[in-house]
């Protein structure tokens, strides 16, 4: 007796219908994956920066946790990484040691880094206690949100981070958590 299928029987028709069946998933799938792939590039994608934006960022000041006013073009002049955070914003916590490591390592080329916390003072104040680090911090509460929009981070999401050249002009940003990788690829060529 043998297993095999013969041509025109009903179950060679089955096996033609369990093949289109698979492709007909499979089509239905990558269109699935393709139209979720484009509403979060949608989602995530960084609007174009105007430089009236930009230069509405040179001349706002912030407050600090300490009651100082820190003036945004006091950083004028030499690279900046500028960090939007949140004390509630699990990637922006875990960031924070990486963006402390590559100011530690950086700042004596030249480079700056302000982390700009879109949070209240006292939650701020309480984490830099316990999570100290050497570069500034300041406060931007909601009006820091609306800025990071005006800098193309139209999701409103943190961590949001920037870097300026020395000439104060956009070169990178990024939605999201950086990496190392992207830390040393900004700092040689910024």
């Given at each position: 007796?043998?297993?095999?299928?013969?041509?025109?029987?009903?179950?060679?028709?089955?096996?033609?219908?369990?093949?289109?069946?698979?492709?007909?998933?499979?089509?239905?799938?990558?269109?699935?994956?393709?139209?979720?792939?484009?509403?979060a590039w949608r989602k995530y994608a960084?609007?174009?920066?105007?430089?009236?934006?930009?230069?509405?960022?040179?001349?706002?000041?912030?407050?600090?946790?300490?009651?100082?006013?820190?003036?945004?073009?006091?950083?004028?002049?030499?690279?900046?990484?500028?960090?939007?955070?949140?004390?509630?914003?699990?990637?922006?916590?875990?960031?924070?040691?990486?963006?402390?490591?590559?100011?530690?390592?950086?700042?004596?080329?030249?480079?700056?880094?302000?982390?700009?916390?879109?949070?209240?003072?006292?939650?701020?104040?309480?984490?830099?206690?316990?999570?100290?680090?050497?570069?500034?911090?300041?406060?931007?509460?909601?009006?820091g949100a609306a800025l990071s929009k005006?800098?193309?981070?139209?999701?409103?999401?943190?961590?949001?981070?920037?870097?300026?050249?020395?000439?104060?002009?956009?070169?990178?940003?990024?939605?999201?958590?950086?990496?190392?990788?992207?830390l040393q690829d900004w700092r040689a060529?910024?």
């Open positions: 007796m043998s297993n095999e299928i013969e041509p025109g029987s009903a179950g060679a028709a089955d096996l033609g219908a369990v093949a289109r069946r698979n492709w007909l998933l499979a089509g239905v799938a990558a269109a699935a994956a393709i139209a979720g792939g484009g509403l960084l609007d174009d920066v105007t430089d009236e934006a930009v230069n509405r960022l040179w001349q706002t000041g912030f407050d600090t946790v300490a009651g100082e006013v820190l003036a945004m073009a006091s950083f004028k002049g030499r690279p900046l990484l500028l960090n939007f955070w949140a004390t509630w914003c699990p990637p922006c916590v875990e960031e924070f040691p990486l963006l402390d490591a590559f100011y530690r390592e950086n700042s004596s080329n030249g480079w700056q880094v302000l982390g700009l916390a879109v949070d209240k003072a006292a939650s701020v104040q309480d984490f830099l206690l316990k999570t100290p680090v050497s570069f500034p911090v300041a406060l931007s509460g909601m009006e005006a800098l193309g981070n139209t999701a409103g999401g943190l961590p949001f981070t920037i870097v300026f050249g020395g000439d104060g002009a956009v070169r990178y940003r990024k939605m999201g958590k950086v990496s190392p990788r992207e060529t910024a």
